[in-house]
Nanobody, 127 residues
């Protein structure tokens, strides 16, 4: 069982920045592909960004490309989502997800690809 804990959410004005963290105590976290998803009220959970276990491959939703950056520090068992130029439409609960994969460069972009999920952190962007 992998427990994921998100942090870093909050209230920010449009144009501002936040950095989300997804941490685990799992020592083998470097064996997991990780992704960020978000869910706004009344909407389905949607893909935001993903990073391979080797950290050399990333993928972004078109809506966040150029504004968000996903990264990981395997020594700290933590994945980050740096969010810049935030917009009100970025308001949502943000979830990190992880799944063990052998392929070092594989990125996973759908909810069904992931077995492990965090509880989420709220991000609210005011206009």
């Amino acid at each position: 069982q992998v427990q994921l804990v998100e942090s870093g959410g909050g209230l920010v004005q449009a144009g501002g920045s936040l950095r989300l963290s997804c941490a685990t105590s799992r020592r083998t976290f470097s064996s997991y592909a990780v992704g960020w998803f978000r869910q706004a009220p009344g909407k389905e959970r949607e893909f935001v960004a993903a990073i391979s276990r080797g950290a050399d491959n990333t993928y972004y939703a078109d809506s966040v490309k150029g504004r968000f950056t996903i990264s990981r520090d395997n020594a700290k068992n933590t994945v980050y989502l740096q969010m810049n130029s935030l917009k009100p439409e970025d308001t949502a609960v943000y979830y990190c997800a992880a799944d063990p994969r052998i392929n070092y460069r594989l990125v996973l972009t759908t909810t069904r690809d992931y077995d492990y999920w965090g509880q989420g952190t709220q991000v609210t962007v005011s206009s």
